[in-house]
T-cell receptor
Framework: KAGVTQTPRYLIKTRGQQVTLSCSPI?????VSWYQQTPGQGLQFLFE???????NKGNFPGRFSGRQFSNSRSEMNVSTLELGDSALYLC??????????????FGPGTRLTVL | DAKTTQPTSMDCAEGRAANLPCNHS???????VYWYRQIHSQGPQYIIH???NNETNEMASLIITEDRKSSTLILPHATLRDTAVYYC??????????????FGSGTQLTVLP
């Protein structure tokens, strides 16, 4: 079956702008998590959505937000971009059922560059 | 989540077994050991997980010590495509709740020709 897809793959923005990234999980998966990866901080958890509800949130400012649609597709938005927001943004999908043992499937990521 | 300690880097000859260690001395009884890897500029890839018994799948084997304070991921016949950063993560199963994964620095495995 098709894997996790993320669009766009690459994005260049300037400081102060906002950006929206999209993630389509594996068919049938209801959990979508977002991560930020930078050389300095490594992989850091942003938030997780399950059945259109945010279930967990990492330690990021309110400029980072997300949502999930009824078809499980998810978007994340970053407003008032800063240079430090330049990163690889990764989306991970999981089945989300009772016996979900954290096997998460990651997409290829969106590389955001803020100038 | 319990803290994990991994070597920063390791080399392995192509065709040989790669043994990647992980220490998790503060692991709790209900926490599992998970391994993910990340090939350069790609998203992390799930490899395997286990609780206390040794586990094997088509990608790797996971050996967990009897006291569960450490584990070893074994790639039986490493290839150049196995060059990646390998992450050991300790986490309780989610049982329908949040799925946050806490990634450490991992081990950079380089498979040499």
């Amino acid at each position: 079956k098709a894997g996790v897809t993320q669009t766009p793959r690459y994005l260049i923005k300037t400081r102060g702008q906002q950006v929206t990234l999209s993630c389509s999980p594996i068919s049938g998966h209801r959990s979508v998590s977002w991560y930020q990866q930078t050389p300095g901080q490594g992989l850091q958890f942003l938030f997780e959505y399950f059945s259109e509800t945010q279930r967990n949130k990492g330690n990021f400012p309110g400029r980072f937000s997300g949502r999930q649609f009824s078809n499980s597709r998810s978007e994340m938005n970053v407003s008032t971009l800063e240079l430090g927001d330049s990163a690889l943004y990764l989306c991970a999908s999981a089945a989300g059922g009772i016996f979900d043992y954290n096997e998460q499937f990651f997409g290829p990521g969106t590389r955001l560059t803020v100038l | 989540d319990a803290k994990t300690t991994q070597p920063t880097s390791m080399d392995c000859a192509e065709g040989r077994a790669a043994n990647l260690p992980c220490n998790h001395s503060t692991i709790s009884g209900n926490e599992y050991v998970y391994w993910y890897r990340q090939i350069h500029s790609q998203g992390p890839q799930y490899i395997i997980h286990g609780l206390k018994n040794n586990e094997t799948n088509e990608m790797a084997s996971l050996i967990i010590t009897e006291d569960r304070k450490s584990s070893t991921l074994i790639l039986p016949h490493a290839t150049l495509r196995d060059t990646a950063v390998y992450y050991c993560i300790v986490r309780a199963p989610t049982s329908g709740s949040a799925r946050q994964l806490t990634f450490g620095s991992g081990t950079q495995l380089t498979v040499l020709p």
